[in-house]
């Protein structure tokens, strides 16, 4: 189990960004268009075995010659004002059919990857996720943000569009971050290095939908371009996200109109306000929704 | 990662460069375990270690099947005579990397194991009286070439397609080939609605290539029986049922069957195969 540098970047004080798959694959796409718009170059990996089960075998004329995993990558990229580098996953290490990173599995390679962070003098880490939350598709997905120390959270408010556990109507600032996106926030706290997870929000019945998120992944990459002080160009992100909203509307549309009279409803909180559907108005929604996608054909 | 800790050796065999054997317990047509068991029993192996479950099996309580409590199991037997080595284990479901290493290690740590055959069934959509062919994949080309005289498919060309994932067979061989062991995994087509059936035929195929290729000189007359009695039985659900034996004869025409068909000739055989009678 360990890690391969295959060039050792020359970094000063670099800030470390995180992240892998999870819901709507918001905070995975936020970092890799970071990553692509910096042309961050790729300067080692985890290696995968350990960790993952592989995801191809290439047999060629009856040999066994190529077998291939899921990637954890490093990059780097030196800008005017700071220097970066990047982790991405390809997959959470999970154990055991769990949807999530948790266990041995998932604390070792937490420490991996900030093992590389101290060896290249890193001294805050950035991850990033979704945070599922009653709200409506149309309008602007928030960031929450969850810092994992006192000290940084002055400076999380200052971040736009960004809200702490404790603004959000009913949480009195408690909640979890599931998968490796938190789990690397608590083993950086427990190492002594700053850490924050920045998550954009998804509406409540979108979550469970294999479909991205790319409309919430424009709000973490404004908040990290922010935090992080760089100019990046947006148009990309932007028009991957305008094309997922004219999807989600035309699923929408789809559903039956009693759901839609429902989430409608949502279309009118502000932020921090009470949500305007109950628990018991939520998990009804979301079982209808869930019975709408596992319907049976039908002829007409 | 070797990890010799997961290993509990309790016996000490005299073996010279033997072969490993490597079946699953949760395999298309009970190939994995079927050939496994049958390799044990006729050759009378037996049992000198085994890895234990723990970080590779959840341990949260027992499976019940067929009345009884089950437990995993990953069992390493020898027989002398063939310098064979047979392991025979249900799947891991987590740690598969240390898992199948220590798989290894059996064998090569303690007796250098020259060759290592997995064994596995693939499902296929066609009629179970259509001619089985032997495939087999090797992890070198050293080792492709060695096969290359015997009975087997070998021009196999494949890429996993998305959305699947490789068999715990290529996972084996391939970390075989970074330790530089020589190895093949050995495939037999099973028809899909044998799948969750023995497939005494599918057995016999591999068997035989293991008896050739490693001289073990076994009497094939009770798997020769079994394959009748199969066959028989096949033959009598036909002629019981106008629906199953249309729907073989289409598979043997070439004749694709819908989905609705495919799911009820899964179910009309493997409720008469599961019958006492």
Sequence with gaps: MGVRIHKRPEVENPVLIACWPGIGNIGVIAVDALRGALGAEEFGEIEPWDFFYPKKVLIRNGELTDLEFPSSKFYFKKTEKRDLMFFIGEEQPTEAGRAYAEGTKAYQMANLILDVAAEFGCGRVYTSGAAVAPVHHSSRPRVWAVPNTDRLIDEVKGYENTILMSEIEGRGGQGNITGLNGLLLGVARKRGLDAICVMGEIPVYLQGLPFPYPIASKSVLEVLAAALDIEIDMQEITAFAASSEGEIERLYEMFPSEIRDQLDKLKTVAPAEPSPITEEDKQKILEDIDKFFKREPRED | ?277
């Excluded at chain 2, 479950?53 to 089950?70: Q, T």
């Excluded at chain 2, 005289?149 to 068999?167: C, F, H, K, V, W």
């Excluded at chain 2, 530089?180 to 044998?194: E, M, N, Q, R, T």
């Design chain 2, 1 to 277: 990662m070797s990890d010799k800790r997961a290993l509990r050796i309790y016996g000490a065999p005299e073996l010279n460069c033997p072969t490993m054997v490597v079946g699953w317990g949760e395999d298309v047509g009970g190939l994995g375990s079927g050939v496994t068991d049958y390799l044990i029993k006729k050759l009378g192996c037996q049992a000198f270690g085994e890895i234990e479950p723990e970080g590779f099996f959840p341990l949260s309580g027992v499976s019940v099947e067929n009345d009884v409590a089950r437990f995993p199991e990953s069992v390493i037997y020898f027989c002398a005579e063939k310098n064979l080595v047979v392991f025979k284990s249900n799947s891991p479901r987590s740690d598969w990397y240390r898992f199948l290493n220590s798989t290894l290690d059996i064998g090569e740590h303690y007796y250098q194991t020259k060759e290592v055959y997995t064994i596995g069934g693939m499902v296929y959509i066609g009629a179970h009286t259509s001619p089985r062919h032997l495939v087999a994949v090797a992890n070198s080309p050293e080792m492709r070439e060695a096969l290359a005289q015997s009975d087997l498919a070998m021009d196999i060309n494949y890429e996993t397609p998305l959305g699947q994932r490789p068999t715990l067979n290529a996972f084996l061989l391939w970390i075989a080939r970074m330790r530089d062991l020589a190895g093949a995994s050995l495939w037999v087509p099973v028809p899909f609605y044998l799948g969750s059936a023995p497939d005494p035929k599918a057995w016999r195929k591999i068997v035989g290539f293991l008896d050739d290729r490693l001289n073990l000189e076994l009497d094939f007359r009770d798997l020769d029986e079994e394959v009748l009695r199969h066959d028989a039985k096949m033959a009598q659900l036909r002629s019981r049922s106008a629906d199953v034996d249309t729907c073989i004869h289409r598979l043997e025409s070439n004749i694709a069957l819908s989905d609705a068909e495919n799911e009820k000739l899964v179910s009309k055989v493997q409720e008469f195969l599961e019958s006492k009678d």
